[in-house]
């Protein structure tokens, strides 16, 4: 996040450590409230978030806290859209395997993480229980997938897969055996299971399954 | 429900409508305090789940309620083990591509009813707070994944796919994108996602990803 507060605006400011830029302290204000965020939900989870109590952690005014972000969902809502701004750029590994690989080993590692599985399970928990936190999941996974899609693109183009590969599918492919095991079966995330569903992923493409019509 | 408690025990009631046999008030009381968790969880979620409005509902001592199920939690693991005992057959169709198709049907029919997919959602978010209901949610789908692995050893004996394949792995292929969709990316469940998710479980059983080594 300290990565978006230093891109947060266009300003003249001098890159100085330590300068205080036009825009600086509101993304700081950002940082620290939604660190604090997941970290409550990586604790104890989305019914025991409490605005007060994430001021506290944070550092900051309880004023600011309900006056920017309103409500725990509001908290859960700003954190996916920090989340997706803030997931890494997809691989270009050269191999379309290579690259599926690489993205079933990030959701994994993500998953298997004690903090962020347990963050991802809370904002997913969270999303069952509220529409407005729905609508944040949904676009924090709507914007994952799109950034992903381009490798499909490319191996579309070095014939890899048939042309009218939708991308989008294949990517759902690869992620959702993964979030099956971690979510609703609530089986172990072994790196087999990862490798399976890259290979899965594969055949179904070749075979066409994925192509639009 | 009403069918467990007829097959409840093997005692020598004679069927005339009325009678009770031994089990008989228990297996209904069961059945009404599960009927009323259930339309609990389809209205509010598991985090308003209330053992004394269950108790009301259902027509039920409190003391009952409180003594045979102990708490929310106790409720949620009790409902998953009778979906379980109550959850359909599986398909015998003749065909590997037709049982599965049944199979994803009824996944989707499920998560789209307004009722049950409510409860699912409820379910998997109370597994996702609490480690009882994430057992108990395993053991659901654990039920159901082994009362439909006959589907595919029949297959393979038919020589529809690899003689050994993993009958279990090829199910959650099938179930793991309709619940992804459902549960994690908030997407929309139509027809052609559910025909999509068996083509690609069949294409990737054909290209034995599945077969266990």
Redesign the interface.
């Known amino acids: 996040m300290e990565h978006q507060t230093h891109l947060g605006d266009g300003g003249a400011g001098d890159g100085t450590p330590g300068t205080v830029r036009p825009g600086g302290r509101t993304a700081k204000v950002r940082a620290a409230v939604l660190a604090a965020t997941e970290d409550a939900l990586a604790d104890a ?1 989305f ?1 025991a978030l409490n605005m007060d109590h994430i001021a506290v952690s944070a550092g900051v005014g309880k004023t600011t806290v309900y006056r920017r972000w309103g409500s725990p969902v509001g908290l859960v809502a700003d954190l996916l859209r920090d989340m997706a701004d803030r997931s890494l750029p997809a691989s270009d590994t050269g191999s379309l395997a290579g690259d599926l690989r690489a993205n079933a080993a990030l959701v994994r590692h993500t998953l298997t993480d004690p903090r962020m599985g347990a963050v991802f ?2 904002v ?2 969270a ?3 509220d529409e407005e936190c ?2 944040a ?2 676009g924090f ?2 914007a994952r ?1 799109e950034e992903w899609a381009p490798v499909v693109e490319r191996a579309a183009a070095r014939g890899e897969v048939p042309a009218a590969t939708d991308g989008l ?1 294949l990517l ?2 690869v ?3 993964l ?3 971690f ?5 172990p995330l072994a790196a087999e299971d990862a490798e ?1 569903a890259v ?3 594969l ?2 493409a ?2 066409g ?2 192509t639009r019509r």
């Open positions: 989870g019914h399970r809370a997913i928990a999303a069952a229980c729905a609508a999941l949904h996974y709507e997938l599918e759902r492919a992620s959702a055996p979030y099956y095991r979510m609703v079966t609530r089986e399976r290979a899965a992923a055949a179904a070749g075979a399954v994925f």
